[in-house]
């Protein structure tokens, strides 16, 4: 079993930053994939940012050049900062980990952008 806790949202004006955590714990022998996930209301859930074992990463267009995911491999957490932050940005914002087959999710944390 895995648990992931994820944190760092909030409220911030338009052109603000933050940054968000996701610590997990548990079986995590490993971990092939770790990323952001948002859900805007009555929105699906979509992919914001993905990084894998390797390294790699995949984002969204629309957050190119704005956010940057890292992990810190020892502490098994991921990252998530985000910068020039805008109205559209606002969502619940869910970390997602893969080890080896299987997916688990964050409790999610809020993101709201707004003067």
């Known amino acids: 079993h895995v648990q992931l806790v994820d944190s760092g949202g909030g409220l911030v004006q338009p052109g603000g930053s933050l940054r968000l955590s996701c610590a997990a714990s548990g079986s995590i022998a490993s971990i092939n994939a770790m990323a952001w996930y948002r859900q805007a209301p009555a929105k699906e859930r979509e992919l914001v940012e993905r990084?894998?074992?390797?390294?790699?990463?995949n984002y969204a267009d629309s957050v190119k050049g704005r956010f940057t995911i890292s992990r810190d491999n020892a502490k098994n957490t991921v990252y998530l900062q985000m910068n020039s932050l805008q109205p559209e940005d606002t969502a619940v914002y869910y970390c997602?980990?893969?080890?080896?087959?299987?997916?688990?999710w964050g409790q999610g944390t809020q993101v709201t952008v707004s003067s």
């Open positions: 990084i894998i074992s390797s390294g790699g990463t």
């Open positions: 997602n980990v893969v080890v080896e087959i299987w997916n688990y």
